[in-house]
Nanobody, 121 residues
């Protein structure tokens, strides 16, 4: 079935870097936008970064200049490069995308399972 699988999360020291990957299976990317969200315990999920079909990107103010979202349509993969990480970046990160399924050509919005990013010394 259609699925988004995140990888690349883990424990990193402040100032370090991580690259998150979100690979789609069972379908191909569709729609105008895809993005990364994050949610810390007890807090609302927030949009961190989004990228549209034309390549334009948008970031929450707290990560501007530090995070970069990109995509590779040939690999059906979305990336989030995170540099200069801070403890306040600690959260579960989720990718989100619109896909056209291979099996039925259905248009679906899909969330990844989430990957934990912990920034701590």
């Amino acid at each position: 079935q259609v699925q988004l699988v995140e990888s690349g999360g883990g424990l990193v020291q402040p100032g370090g870097s991580l690259r998150l990957s979100c690979a789609a299976s069972g379908g191909v990317f569709s729609g105008n936008a895809m993005g990364w969200y994050r949610q810390a315990p007890g807090k609302q999920r927030e949009l961190v970064a989004a990228i549209i079909t034309g390549g334009s990107t948008n970031y929450v103010d707290s990560v501007k200049g530090r995070f970069t979202i990109s995509r590779d349509n040939a690999k059906n993969t979305v990336y989030l490069q995170m540099n200069s990480l801070k403890p306040e970046d600690t959260a579960v990160y989720f990718c989100n995308a619109n896909l056209i399924t291979y099996s039925s050509s259905r248009y679906v919005n899909v969330w990844g399972q989430g990957t934990q990013v912990t920034v701590s010394s």
